[in-house]
């Protein structure tokens, strides 16, 4: 717990630096400038993509591949990358959150959720799943589901709780 440097929740704490950093922290309520979460699609060129990780730490990674794709703006991979934090300041540091991510956060917030996801929402995750989907978690029940369009909330990887975070992968 705890508020992140760029204003969100830490939601997850490795207790050790991991090659990806310590703490996940997922973007506050109101992040895309409007009271609710985006449902936006994953990219513009839907179809196969290799690479992608389910992993812990591996969501910024994934994102990367999704936004080498397709950089224009409105979707939920180049949405992520653009957030910059309360400050402006971590812009390409938030990205979209890998499975296992998707679902620690999830499962973190299900009860309280107080950083105001939308309920019942199917939240992208930047796993690829098959055809033109990535893996998809419904918001409050945690069921793993595929589409090519989901609720965006990004997340970022800190090594530290108040400093600003490691921009590597």
Do not use: C
């Not at 994953?42 to 999704?66: E, I, R």
């Not at 893996?135 to 409050?140: D, E, G, K, V």
């Amino acid at each position: 717990g705890g508020t992140g440097p760029g204003g969100g929740i830490i939601f997850y704490d490795a207790h050790s630096i991991q090659s990806w950093g310590r703490y996940l922290e997922v973007a506050p309520s109101g992040w895309y400038g409007t009271a609710n979460d985006p449902y936006l699609p994953w990219n513009a060129n839907n179809g196969p993509l290799s690479g992608t990780s389910q992993d812990l730490g591996s969501g910024s990674a994934n994102t990367d591949l999704m936004t080498a794709r397709d950089t224009s703006l409105g979707y939920g991979s180049t949405a992520a990358r653009a957030y910059g934090g309360n400050d402006g300041q971590s812009v390409g540091l938030w990205f979209l959150p890998s499975g296992d991510e998707l679902a620690t956060m999830l499962s973190y917030f299900r009860v309280t959720n107080s950083v105001g996801l939308n309920v019942g929402g199917d939240y992208l995750s930047s796993l690829f799943y098959a055809g033109n989907y990535v893996s998809t978690i419904r918001q409050n029940t945690g069921g793993w589901y595929y589409s090519n369009w989901g609720y965006v909330r990004p997340i970022r990887a800190l090594d530290r709780k108040s400093t600003r975070l490691n921009s590597s992968h």
